[in-house]
């Protein structure tokens, strides 16, 4: 299995900027994909950004321009640089990685905008 464990959520003044980490271990061997995903309360989970271990990225329109995935292959480890933060953007936030076929997810952690 591969375990995720993320970091870097908190509470932030709208317009400002945090910086989100994921540490995958376990069978870390074989993984393609990483990303996040986000919920809000009452709202469905949704996807904000992958990269593949090429370094390929996607992104969600809502966030696009504002937030950068980045990877280090050399840790396992995904970041999400978020700037330019809105209250919208309030949710918890999961970070997922894919396995030949399989999928991961972390234990999520807490990213308050207010305003």
């Known amino acids: 299995q591969v375990q995720l464990v993320e970091s870097g959520g908190g509470l932030v003044q709208a317009g400002g900027s945090l910086r989100l980490s994921c540490a995958a271990s376990?069978?870390?061997?074989?993984?393609?994909?990483m990303g996040w995903y986000r919920q809000a309360p009452g709202k469905q989970r949704t996807l904000v950004a992958t990269?593949?271990?090429?370094?390929?990225?996607n992104y969600a329109d809502s966030v696009k321009g504002r937030f950068t995935i980045s990877r280090d292959n050399a840790k396992n480890t995904v970041y999400l640089q978020m700037n330019s933060l809105k209250p919208e953007d309030t949710a918890v936030y999961y970070c997922?990685?894919?396995?030949?076929?399989?999928?991961?997810w972390g234990q999520g952690t807490q990213v308050t905008v207010f305003s």
């Open positions: 997922y990685a894919v396995r030949g076929v399989l999928g991961s």
């Open positions: 376990g069978r870390i061997f074989g993984i393609n994909v």
């Open positions: 990269i593949t271990t090429v370094g390929v990225t």
